[in-house]
């Protein structure tokens, strides 16, 4: 296996989730690197991974030598050094759109359920499970509400999120339905992010992306 990429991850990290398909659709190989977010208090916290990021968080890349993270930064990253095939259009209007698609979800939606606000709301006001469900379910409805509107109501909404080739969008509205459908949020009320979802889930590219299809995956239960 190529040297040259190693990504960190966690296999259900939304936005490692994210960096796989872009790498997976620029037809790259690297090596997966899990850390297990949960396990021993959290790899992520551990000192030889904070020596990587600060931040303690996934993903990040390694390019031979380079320490890359922020999923979105990386993703850039890859646009530019390995531009082919694209994850952004030509034009500078089409770039602007998908970018704004793609932060709806990176920036505004997913960070409030990441996984250490989750726990922050365990430890600090004491939210069980289902109280947690209600919370996640109520922000990603809000994201997911803006983003049917903005995907229906555009002509530049094609067979994916922006024409007909997937883009950086797509790689970060796959991961957020897999949180959607995490968290049982009845889906029923986007029936264009889920056509959407449906043609990505037809690449190769997204399906060796999936969560359950990464080398730290737990064994299917049963």
Not at 7 to 13: A, E, K, M, P, V
Not at 21 to 41: C, F, M, Q, S, W
Request: hydrophobic share 40%.
């Amino acid at each position: 296996m190529s040297q040259d990429l190693a990504l960190y991850g966690y296999w259900r990290s939304s936005a490692a989730y994210r960096v796989r398909i872009a790498l997976n659709l620029k037809g790259l190989v690297y090596e997966t690197r899990p850390v297990h977010l949960l396990d021993h208090g959290g790899e992520q916290h551990a000192p030889e991974f904070q020596a990587l990021n600060p931040q303690e968080l996934v993903p990040c890349l390694i390019d031979r030598g380079r320490v890359l993270t922020q999923s979105m930064a990386i993703v850039e990253y890859l646009e530019e050094t390995r531009p082919t095939p694209p994850l952004l259009p030509a034009d500078a209007e089409g770039r602007a759109r998908v970018r704004a698609l793609a932060q709806v979800v990176a920036c505004d939606l997913h960070p409030l359920g990441n996984l250490r606000v989750l726990q922050y709301l365990t430890t600090q006001f004491g939210l069980d499970e289902a109280a947690k469900g209600v919370w996640s379910r109520h922000w990603i409805g809000v994201g997911l509400d803006a983003l049917e509107t903005m995907l229906a109501g555009n002509v530049a909404t094609g067979r994916f999120c922006h024409g007909d080739m997937p883009t950086l969008a797509d790689a970060c509205l796959v991961p957020q339905v897999y949180n959607a459908v995490r968290w049982k949020l009845p889906m029923e009320g986007y029936p264009t992010i889920r056509r959407i979802h449906e043609a990505c889930q037809a690449l190769e590219a997204f399906q060796r992306a999936a969560p359950e299809a990464q080398p730290d995956a737990p064994p299917p239960a049963g």
